[in-house]
């Protein structure tokens, strides 16, 4: 069965940082040169923009504390570690004072949209994908968001959510599996 | 962070049962993801963001949201007091934070209980704080701010009065001096007095150690209440704060 394949052109993205990788950025910096990354990063995970702009004000809090003793190197390997750590505490928060149902249930099963091959024909994919993506349990859509959407690899993974490579490799297979089975419905 | 988890490591076995129709899936569906674009902020988020200016309707980034009940009512327009005029009550406090804490895990007793305004939408106020510590409520009464704080084992009160402390009234064994500021400690009842900013700060619920932490990291330009729900975080993190089973 053929997927229709919506491709991006990334080529005309601009240079992610003119910073010195070799200099401790200031906070302005961050924000300005990786400000979109940041919240793309966190649109992806947290699945709407309010809650993403949410997020992203947490990480820039979190980002000016962490200035003070970042060690130059992977600034974007940094940020994005902050930004998926973030957005796991927040669940785990709102799991502790729940003001909707998390889809957390390990047996709910993603609901496909009807005609969903139809509506991945059409330039509105990564819509109705970020909307199954958002489905996920967020201990599987951080991983697969780093590893599918970002390339990071498991071992970097299980760095910067602080598991075992094995369960990031778990959580990625079963987030895929997730989608895989709401995408053929 | 910290996360337990069992999952063993996989071995070549555990994918075996995997067939090639699954790894094509797992392909597509790798590359869809990795298809997804970049997606932009909102017109001039970032900027005001970085502007400090409300990002969106109702919400103010950060810590001003968390603090601005307690602290711009209490300290616009305050200056550094020469004069020692404010001996904080200290068995009073005590009093009213074991009150806090009675209000808030539902124990027994006749204290007598502040009436707390509870923060309705947390939102604001935890983005600085951890998960493990939630702000629950702020008090103003008579010129007392309180700020509670607490995860599901304890609470941490932290007092603001307006002046200067005067510490020779304050029993002598009892002095200190923690991050470079005047303080007072009553290590029994987890009670530490610091001046700062023109203001008397009470922290009840901290061991001197744990308030030292956040006292060296003062950024003095900033309000003390600021770092105080600033540095809570770094508390939680680094010093092991009891986590929320």
Same mark, same amino acid.
């Given at each position: /069965?053929?997927?229709?394949?919506?491709?991006?052109?990334?080529?005309?993205?601009?240079?992610?940082?003119?910073?010195?990788?070799?200099?401790?950025?200031?906070?302005?910096?961050?924000?300005?040169?990786?400000?979109?990354?940041?919240?793309?990063?966190?649109?992806?995970?947290?699945?709407?923009?309010?809650?993403?702009?949410? +997020?992203?004000?947490?990480?820039?809090?979190?980002?000016?504390?962490?200035?003070?003793?970042?060690?130059?190197?992977?600034?974007?390997?940094?940020?994005?570690?902050?930004?998926?750590?973030?957005?796991?505490?927040?669940?785990?928060?709102?799991?502790?004072?729940?003001?909707?149902?998390?889809?957390?249930?390990?047996?709910?099963?993603?609901?496909?949209?009807?005609?969903?091959?139809?509506? /991945?024909?059409?330039?509105? +994919?990564?819509?109705?994908?970020?909307?199954?993506?958002?489905?996920?349990?967020?201990?599987?859509?951080?991983?697969?968001? +780093?590893?599918?959407? +970002?390339?990071?690899?498991?071992?970097?993974?299980?760095?910067?959510?602080?598991?075992?490579?094995?369960?990031?490799?778990?959580?990625?297979?079963?987030?895929?599996?997730?989608?895989?089975?709401?995408?053929?419905? | 962070?910290?996360?337990?988890?069992?999952?063993?490591?996989?071995?070549?076995?555990?994918?075996?049962?995997?067939?090639?129709?699954?790894?094509?899936?797992?392909?597509?569906?790798?590359?869809?993801?990795?298809?997804? %674009?970049?997606?932009?902020? %909102?017109?001039?988020?970032?900027?005001?963001?970085?502007?400090?200016?409300?990002?969106?309707?109702?919400?103010?980034?950060?810590?001003?949201?968390?603090?601005?009940?307690?602290?711009?009512?209490?300290?616009?327009?305050?200056?550094?007091?020469?004069?020692?005029?404010?001996?904080?009550? $200290?068995?009073?406090?005590?009093?009213?934070?074991?009150?806090?804490?009675?209000?808030?895990?539902?124990?027994?007793?006749?204290?007598?209980?502040?009436?707390?305004?509870?923060?309705?939408?947390?939102?604001?106020?935890?983005?600085?704080?951890? %998960?493990?510590?939630?702000?629950?409520?702020?008090?103003?009464?008579?010129?007392?701010?309180?700020?509670?704080?607490?995860?599901?084992?304890?609470?941490?009160?932290?007092?603001?009065?307006?002046?200067?402390?005067?510490?020779?009234?304050?029993?002598?064994?009892?002095?200190?001096?923690?991050?470079?500021? %005047?303080?007072?400690?009553?290590?029994?009842?987890?009670?530490?007095?610091?001046?700062?900013?023109?203001?008397?700060?009470?922290?009840?619920?901290?061991?001197?150690?744990?308030?030292?932490?956040?006292?060296?990291?003062?950024?003095?330009?900033?309000?003390?209440?600021?770092?105080?729900?600033?540095?809570?975080?770094?508390?939680?993190?680094?010093?092991?704060?009891?986590? $929320?089973?």
């Amino acid at each position: /069965m053929g997927l229709a394949s919506a491709v991006v052109d990334r080529t005309d993205r601009p240079a992610r940082s003119q910073l010195d990788p070799a200099s401790v950025p200031t906070w302005d910096e961050v924000a300005h040169t990786h400000g979109r990354f940041i919240y793309s990063l966190a649109y992806r995970l947290a699945g709407n923009h309010h809650d993403a702009q949410d +997020l992203v004000q947490d990480v820039l809090l979190r980002v000016r504390r962490g200035l003070a003793t970042y060690q130059p190197g992977n600034l974007e390997g940094w940020l994005s570690r902050i930004t998926t750590n973030a957005f796991l505490d927040r669940v785990r928060k709102q799991k502790r004072r729940p003001t909707q149902p998390l889809p957390d249930d390990p047996d709910r099963v993603i609901e496909g949209s009807p005609g969903v091959e139809a509506e /991945m024909a059409q330039s509105d +994919l990564p819509d109705h994908l970020q909307a199954l993506l958002a489905e996920l349990p967020p201990d599987y859509r951080a991983p697969i968001v +780093l590893k599918d959407v +970002l390339g990071y690899s498991y071992e970097e993974i299980a760095d910067h959510l602080d598991i075992p490579i094995g369960t990031v490799r778990s959580r990625i297979h079963r987030g895929r599996s997730r989608l895989r089975d709401a995408l053929a419905v | 962070m910290n996360q337990t988890d069992h999952t063993p490591d996989p071995t070549p076995a555990d994918d075996a049962h995997l067939s090639l129709d699954d790894e094509r899936w797992e392909r597509e569906i790798t590359a869809l993801l990795s298809e997804l %674009p970049e997606v932009d902020p %909102p017109d001039g988020f970032i900027e005001r963001a970085i502007d400090h200016r409300p990002l969106h309707a109702g919400r103010t980034l950060g810590v001003a949201v968390c603090v601005a009940a307690i602290v711009v009512a209490a300290t616009v327009g305050l200056g550094v007091l020469d004069q020692p005029d404010v001996v904080p009550g $200290v068995d009073d406090l005590a009093a009213r934070h074991q009150a806090s804490e009675a209000s808030l895990f539902g124990f027994g007793g006749d204290t007598e209980r502040p009436t707390f305004e509870i923060l309705d939408d947390q939102d604001d106020a935890d983005l600085v704080l951890p %998960p493990e510590l939630e702000p629950k409520g702020v008090s103003d009464e008579a010129g007392l701010e309180q700020g509670l704080w607490a995860d599901d084992d304890e609470a941490v009160s932290v007092f603001v009065e307006s002046g200067v402390v005067d510490f020779a009234a304050l029993p002598a064994q009892g002095r200190r001096t923690i991050a470079g500021l %005047p303080a007072w400690v009553d290590d029994s009842r987890r009670i530490v007095i610091l001046q700062a900013d023109g203001r008397a700060i009470t922290i009840v619920g901290l061991d001197e150690g744990d308030v030292a932490v956040i006292a060296a990291d003062i950024d003095r330009e900033s309000t003390w209440f600021d770092a105080v729900t600033d540095r809570l975080d770094r508390l939680t993190s680094e010093l092991g704060w009891p986590s $929320v089973s």
